[in-house]
């Protein structure tokens, strides 16, 4: 199935440009697709209570083709464009009134058993040959760059606003991190065209967290690092 609703950018999700914010643009990625997935009974919490398993977004690319103003009206479509394996793929488009697009996400995840810390086939937890997997829109390559040459640039706490319901922290936070290490002037003068979010690892409340940073191929990197271990990778394009 395609979820698909009208709504309008509203202002808590917009930067200081008055336009929809990074961050609030995977705020509203991540809304519609779990109500997508709420429909078709798969969403994380249904998934925790009925299979013990928990959804892991592993990646996250999101195009920019321009971005979206205070009040503006907009259209998502949200919908699952690959189901094999151990792997699902979500999409989640977001039109101006036109039609034309504004933004586009995949997101790629997977079912973590809660019990055994092993991944679930999604055959396994709801996903089935009736599972409606529609035509991408777009095709989507996700990065393949090694990071190398980071340098420490800021050090973040978790805090509880930060915590999801598996008492992780949220996907969101850490674009957050990132975003803020960018001041207003840099934003408005190169605004953000693509980011991609590889999660490769979890953190907790009160862990203190390092935000590294290099440069490389036109792309930004950075790393967000709990000790010596890689919690989140992200590129960003401007």
Known sequence: ??????????????DSNVK????????LVQDYLTEMMGELHIDGVTLRREYGCV???????????RELDWMEPYTAESYISSAKGAKMTVDTVLKDRTGA?????????????????RIRRIRDVGITSDTHVESPEREIAFSR????????????????????FVQHT????????????????????????????????QTHEGDILTIRKAQQD???????????TV?????ITR
């Open 145 to 164: 760059l090694k990071h190398e040459g980071l340098t420490d640039l800021e050090t973040r706490v978790v805090k509880s606003g930060d915590i999801d």
């Open 1 to 14: 199935m395609k979820l698909i609703k009208e709504a309008v950018v509203p202002a808590s999700i917009c």
């Open 231 to 235: 919690a989140v990778e992200c590129e």
């Open 218 to 228: 036109g792309r930004e990197l950075f790393d967000v690092v709990l000790g010596d």
């Open 55 to 65: 959804w892991i977004f592993t990646r996250n690319r999101v195009e920019i083709d």
């Open 101 to 117: 697009v504004c933004v586009y996400s995949r997101i790629e995840m997977c079912a973590l058993d809660l019990k055994t810390q």
């Open 20 to 27: 929809l914010a990074v961050k609030g643009t995977f705020d």
């Open 170 to 201: 949220n996907n969101v936070s850490y674009v957050r991190f990132i975003m803020d290490t960018y001041t207003v002037a840099a934003l408005r003068e190169r605004p953000v065209k693509a980011i991609e979010v590889r999660y490769a690892g």
